[in-house]
């Protein structure tokens, strides 16, 4: 038995966290960790090392509400690790974000960024607070505390946030600013995601749909179907899956189906996305009474018989129950997890070609690094050379990491991580342990 058998099968790190359930995110993450780290016959010490995060900050934020009264709210920040450079990764505001999550969603960021060689470490960040029910004033001094809350752990060298669920270009804004008057200085590289005339990057906010739809081409072309015959779905409309819907509408794609979180609209004719985006911008961007589909559930939305599904909502939506019933050629996940770990099996045997979050999404974090590069050099570059750029690494992780696949005869998630953890693990022997 080998060295990393024997951690692995001690009691410890065979059940890494005991409290959390089958399906969590983190658990999910770590069987995935776990699996390409027995690939790699990774030290052991190595793979203690890359099973915790390296800072788990929890902060009580208070605010005080528009009518007066204090209300607190928990908030997180989770330092997976930062061997490669600066840790990156999102923050999300939802109101049942918690540690778990976040802790499973910096580790997936570490991979990601290694995965398509984004020299920067993972970390995430969330608020448990539902923002529908703040005002804009509200999320303004939720948004300020929390960063002053952060302020000896955010840094352009040592840790960079981003966009993720329910914050925006404005949520960086008030980051940047609150973190710039702190230091008496504007510094613009410490967050990314910003508006452009802050210092953003022209193509940020489209990055992780264009890379989601980048992959999405290469996928298909293995599978020799032409973009133009082909069938998607779509789960989720915010950010990732309405860009996503329209780049691939655009390259002659029939789009089935699409969802938000007011449910499913099916149309097997294809749905006109130019017109579903527009409808939903209109409408408080919501899809709810789009007339040019008819109503699906979700269940029967993501079991449709197509080509491609994009998940692009949340994580665990295709899991042990579903996967089975599962009938795309091909998964590009535009979200986070959003297959749990004992789903992979059932669509590997099914002949599922699963393009992974760390891969599919990675568009997002790349255009980061594009924008902090620009920001670094106060020279900012066209739309045409980010798209470029973006492109060129997407499809060359994809084509990358594709041959690792073939090279030990695994799926290309599995690719992803045995990439990705071998990446972090030589820099990690390199660099060695500072003590
Ligand atoms: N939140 C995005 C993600 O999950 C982007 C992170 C970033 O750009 O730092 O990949």
């Known amino acids: 038995m080998s060295q990393l058998k024997d951690v692995l099968s001690s009691s410890y790190y065979k059940e890494p966290v005991p409290h959390i359930e089958k399906d969590s995110p983190f658990a999910s993450m770590m069987e995935r960790f776990r699996f390409a780290s027995e690939i790699l016959d990774l030290d052991p ?33 989770v330092i997976h690790n930062s061997i490669l450079g600066p840790s990156k990764g999102g923050i999300r505001y939802a109101h049942d974000v918690s540690l778990d999550e976040v802790k499973a969603l910096a580790a997936w960021m570490t991979w990601k960024c290694a995965c398509v060689n984004v020299p920067f470490g993972g970390a995430k960040g969330g608020i448990r607070v539902n923002p529908k029910n703040l005002s804009q004033h509200e999320l303004e001094r939720l948004t300020r505390r929390y960063t002053a809350n952060m302020l000896d752990v955010f840094g352009p060298d040592r ?39 802050l210092g ?45 819907a329209q780049l691939i509408y655009e390259q002659g794609a029939k789009v089935i189906a699409i969802s938000d ?15 579903a985006i527009h409808y939903s911008m209109t409408n408080g961007f919501s899809l709810e009474g789009f007339d040019g589909a008819e109503p699906i559930g979700n269940d029967e939305l993501l079991e449709l018989d197509c080509d491609v599904l994009i998940p692009a909502a949340k994580e665990n939506q295709i899991n042990i129950e579903n996967a089975p019933k599962i009938k795309a050629k091909i998964i590009a996940e535009g979200a986070n997890g959003p297959v749990t770990a004992n789903a992979d099996k059932i669509l590997e045997e099914n002949g599922i070609m699963v393009v992974p979050d760390i891969l599919a999404n990675a568009g997002g974090v790349t255009v980061s690094y594009f924008e902090w590069v620009q920001d670094r050099h106060g020279y900012f570059w066209t739309e045409e050379r980010v798209n470029r750029r973006l492109n ?40 060695g342990i500072y003590a």
């Open 159 to 197: 840790d960079i946030p981003a966009p993720d669920m329910n914050t925006n270009e404005q949520t960086m804004a008030w980051i940047m600013d609150t973190y710039s008057m702190k230091n008496q200085r504007t510094e613009k590289a410490v967050v990314t995601g910003k508006p452009i005339i």
């Open 261 to 275: 979180v007011t449910g499913g609209y099916y149309n097997a004719g294809g749905i006109d996305i130019p017109e």
């Open 392 to 431: 060129r690494m997407m499809r060359e992780s994809f084509d990358n990491l594709f041959m690792v696949s073939e090279k030990y005869s695994i799926t290309l998630r599995q690719a992803a991580y045995v990439y990705a953890i071998d990446r972090v693990a030589t820099t990690l022997k390199l660099r």
């Open 45 to 77: 010490g190595v793979f203690k090392y890359l099973s915790s995060p390296e800072r788990v900050i929890i902060v009580a934020i208070p605010i005080t509400m528009d009518d007066g009264r204090i209300e607190v709210f928990d908030g997180y920040r």
């Open 200 to 244: 953003g990057s022209k193509g940020r906010k489209e990055a992780t749909g264009r890379g989601v739809i980048t992959t999405t081409l290469a996928a298909l072309s293995k599978l020799r179907i032409s973009p133009s015959n082909a069938t998607v779905v779509v789960q989720g409309f915010g950010n990732v899956g309405s860009v996503s």
